[in-house]
């Protein structure tokens, strides 16, 4: 059975790796909390330099909004793998999954409903 934080450094593990698959980048820093049966990932600097320019050539409202779709639908379009990498670390079924981008700050917020939270053994002080 895994410590808390061997499951979140799990968890951050394969969120990076989807990251680096799935946009060709990696997060500068990722940070996963477990709670109770709530996970949240929280990746800071993962938009790629396309999406930078992006959002800065097109007028603020309209670079967002379509940056925002575009992740929308990649988390969407990833989801069961997503899905499937939490529950094969945590060994709980997720019932949802919602997420978020700054466009101004690059920051993305994945967060995942757990069925029950995770057992997990207590770390060795």
């Given at each position: 059975?895994?410590?808390?934080?061997?499951?979140?450094?799990?968890?951050?593990?394969?969120?990076?790796?989807?990251?680096?698959?799935?946009?060709?980048?990696?997060?500068?820093?990722?940070?996963?909390?477990?709670?109770?049966?709530?996970?949240?990932?929280?990746?800071?600097?993962?938009?790629?330099?396309?999406?930078?320019?992006?959002?800065?050539?097109?007028?603020?409202e309209k670079g967002r909004d379509l940056l925002k779709q575009v992740r929308?639908?990649l988390i969407e379009t990833a989801r069961p793998v997503l899905e499937s990498?939490?529950?094969?670390?945590?060994?709980?079924?997720?019932?949802?999954?919602?997420?978020?981008?700054?466009?101004?700050?690059?920051?993305?917020?994945?967060?995942?409903?757990?069925?029950?939270?995770?057992?997990?053994?207590?770390?060795?002080?």
């Open positions: 059975m895994k410590t808390q934080g061997e499951i979140e450094a799990a968890v951050c593990g394969a969120m990076s790796r989807f990251e680096q698959e799935y946009t060709g980048r990696g997060p500068k820093d990722i940070h996963t909390f477990l709670i109770g049966d709530l996970l949240v990932v929280r990746l800071q600097g993962v938009l790629t330099a396309a999406e930078r320019r992006l959002v800065k050539t097109l007028p603020t929308f639908q990498i939490v529950q094969e670390i945590t060994g709980t079924k997720v019932l949802s999954l919602h997420h978020d981008i700054s466009t101004a700050t690059g920051e993305e917020v994945v967060l995942f409903s757990l069925a029950a939270a995770p057992l997990f053994r207590e770390a060795k002080k």
